[in-house]
Nanobody
């Protein structure tokens, strides 16, 4: 059974950094674009970043562009989200998902990121 498992979340002060990981198991996701989404309390889930299967093209939400970096290691079946200069408004549950253009058949369970001011 295909599974995505996020890790690396936690509590950090504003201006700090965290690196999230999304490990895939049960199948290879090397053919899939991979994405990070987040959902803050009381808000809808929003797109954060995406990366093509080759890793050569990335795309970011305006709110994180220049601060977050998405990458992937297909040999390890893992996607990463490096988050720098974190802000309190980045507080959310972060999810990884495989897919593209509104179709995401695989989702992880999420990892909590809390940024204190």
């Amino acid at each position: 059974q295909a599974q995505l498992v996020e890790s690396g979340g936690g509590l950090v002060q504003a201006g700090g950094s965290l690196r999230l990981s999304c490990a895939a198991s049960g199948r290879t996701f090397s053919g899939y674009p991979m994405n990070w989404f987040r959902q803050a309390p009381g808000k809808e889930r929003e797109f954060v970043a995406a990366i093509t299967w080759s890793g050569t093209i990335t795309h970011y939400a305006d709110s994180v562009n220049g601060r977050f970096t998405i990458s992937r290691d297909n040999a390890k079946n893992t996607v990463y989200l490096q988050m720098n200069n974190l802000k309190p408004e980045d507080t959310a549950v972060y999810y990884c998902a495989a897919g593209v253009a509104g179709t995401y058949p695989y989702w992880g369970q999420g990892t909590q990121v809390t940024v204190s001011s």
